[in-house]
């Protein structure tokens, strides 16, 4: 079993940067591929990021794709999401999560096992 955490969200300004925190449980983190999702009210949960279990590997959705930055530390049971250049349309809540799956089933929300409780980005002047 796999329990995630979400930290980092808020209220900020378009431009300006935001780092989401996820925190992870379990001792099989580290075979694991981790990815970010977010869901807008009235909208479908969409994928924004994922990274391979070793970190060699990363995708992301063509809105975000030169803003953001996935990232893991291993050693701390850790995975971040560096958002920069923040626009209105990127507030939603963000989730985290984990993948037993190949890395190229993780695009999409059916290839997670495991599911944060979410984080409020939100995006405004």
């Known amino acids: 079993q796999v329990q995630l955490v979400e930290s980092g969200g808020g209220l900020v300004q378009p431009g300006d940067s935001l780092r989401l925190s996820c925190a992870a449980s379990g001792r099989t983190f580290n075979s694991l591929n981790m990815g970010w999702f977010r869901q807008a009210p009235g909208k479908e949960r969409e994928s924004v990021a994922a990274?391979?279990?070793?970190?060699?590997?990363?995708v992301y959705a063509d809105s975000v794709k030169g803003r953001f930055t996935i990232s893991r530390d291993n050693a701390k049971n850790m995975v971040y999401l560096q958002m920069n250049s923040l626009r209105p349309e990127d507030t939603a809540v963000y989730y985290c999560a984990a993948s037993r799956a190949p890395f190229s089933a993780t695009m999409g929300p059916s290839g997670y096992d495991y599911w944060g409780q979410g984080t409020q980005v939100t995006v405004s002047s």
């Open positions: 990274i391979s279990w070793g970190g060699s590997s990363t």
